[in-house]
C-alpha cells in the first residue's frame, strides 16, 4: 500500500502559498493513491527541539551510554528518519524565509543526518533515497536569473546538499512573486505572479497523471 508523508513548515496558516500548494499536492496524490496512507507533520505548528550541546552527540555516542537528553534526541530523530522510510513519497512545503529556509526545517534535516538510520556508516551511503521527494516552494520576490536578488534564494540552494547524505533528492515546484497582490511596490508584477502560481498547480496536477500509451 502506498503512503505519503506531508509536511508543512510555513508559519503563515491559512494565508500560507506554500501549505496551499502541498495541500493540493497531497490531494493529487490521493486521488491517484485512493487506497494510499498519509502521515502529516507540522513543523510550523509544532517545531522540533533544535539540536543542541546536551543532545548533539547522540549519533555518536553508544546508546548504552546516552545521557537522558541524548537518548530523547535520538529517539526522536529515528522517529523522523522511519516516517521517512515508511514513506513511498514525501511532500514538503518550504516557504523562503529572510532568503533562507525555515529554522524549523534546517532543525528537520539536522535531525535526519543520523549514522546508521539514514547513513551508512561504513560506506556513507545515503539510506533514504529511492522515493519520491517534492518540495512545494514558495517566495514572495523574484529571485531568476537576470533579477536584482538573483541567487539569493538559498533555501532551494542548500536544501539538496542538505540531505544530500541521506540519499534523499528533492524536486522543487516553486511559485514566486507571491507578495505581489499585497504588497503596493509589486503591484505591477501580479501578471507573472499569477503565472508563477498557475505554473505550480498545473505541475502538480500532473505529478501522478498515468502517462497516456
Given at each position: 500500500m502506498a503512503h505519503l508523508l506531508h509536511i508543512d513548515s510555513s508559519i503563515q496558516g491559512d494565508r500560507s502559498v506554500s501549505r496551499r500548494l502541498s495541500a493540493r499536492a497531497a490531494a493529487a496524490w490521493r486521488a491517484a493513491h485512493p487506497d494510499g496512507t498519509v502521515t502529516y507533520r507540522d513543523l510550523g505548528a509544532?517545531?522540533?527541539p533544535h539540536i543542541d550541546s546536551a543532545s548533539g552527540g547522540a549519533g555518536v555516542v553508544p546508546a548504552g551510554q546516552h545521557t537522558p537528553e541524548q537518548a530523547a534526541?535520538?529517539?526522536?530523530?529515528?522517529?523522523?528518519?522511519?516516517e521517512i522510510k515508511a514513506a513511498d513519497t514525501v511532500l514538503l512545503g518550504l516557504p523562503l524565509y529572510n532568503f533562507g529556509a525555515p529554522s524549523s526545517v534546517k532543525t528537520w534535516v539536522d535531525h535526519l543526518i543520523a549514522p546508521g538510520l539514514s547513513v551508512d556508516q561504513e560506506t556513507q551511503t545515503g539510506l533514504?533515497?529511492?522515493?519520491?521527494?517534492?518540495?512545494?516552494?514558495s517566495r514572495g520576490g523574484g529571485y531568476g536569473e537576470g533579477t536584482p536578488r538573483a541567487g539569493w534564494d538559498h533555501a532551494e540552494q542548500w536544501?539538496?546538499?542538505?540531505v544530500a547524505l541521506t540519499g534523499l533528492e528533492p524536486r522543487f515546484i516553486t511559485a514566486e512573486l507571491t507578495l505581489a497582490h499585497v504588497n503596493p511596490a509589486m503591484a505591477e508584477l501580479i501578471p507573472l505572479a499569477d503565472a508563477s502560481l498557475a505554473t505550480a498547480e498545473k505541475t502538480i496536477d500532473d505529478l501522478w497523471v498515468p502517462a497516456r500509451v
Amino acid at each position: 500500500m502506498a503512503h505519503l508523508l506531508h509536511i508543512d513548515s510555513s508559519i503563515q496558516g491559512d494565508r500560507s502559498v506554500s501549505r496551499r500548494l502541498s495541500a493540493r499536492a497531497a490531494a493529487a496524490w490521493r486521488a491517484a493513491h485512493p487506497d494510499g496512507t498519509v502521515t502529516y507533520r507540522d513543523l510550523g505548528a509544532n517545531p522540533l527541539p533544535h539540536i543542541d550541546s546536551a543532545s548533539g552527540g547522540a549519533g555518536v555516542v553508544p546508546a548504552g551510554q546516552h545521557t537522558p537528553e541524548q537518548a530523547a534526541a535520538w529517539a526522536r530523530t529515528r522517529e523522523l528518519v522511519d516516517e521517512i522510510k515508511a514513506a513511498d513519497t514525501v511532500l514538503l512545503g518550504l516557504p523562503l524565509y529572510n532568503f533562507g529556509a525555515p529554522s524549523s526545517v534546517k532543525t528537520w534535516v539536522d535531525h535526519l543526518i543520523a549514522p546508521g538510520l539514514s547513513v551508512d556508516q561504513e560506506t556513507q551511503t545515503g539510506l533514504l533515497g529511492g522515493r519520491e521527494f517534492i518540495v512545494l516552494a514558495s517566495r514572495g520576490g523574484g529571485y531568476g536569473e537576470g533579477t536584482p536578488r538573483a541567487g539569493w534564494d538559498h533555501a532551494e540552494q542548500w536544501l539538496p546538499h542538505g540531505v544530500a547524505l541521506t540519499g534523499l533528492e528533492p524536486r522543487f515546484i516553486t511559485a514566486e512573486l507571491t507578495l505581489a497582490h499585497v504588497n503596493p511596490a509589486m503591484a505591477e508584477l501580479i501578471p507573472l505572479a499569477d503565472a508563477s502560481l498557475a505554473t505550480a498547480e498545473k505541475t502538480i496536477d500532473d505529478l501522478w497523471v498515468p502517462a497516456r500509451v
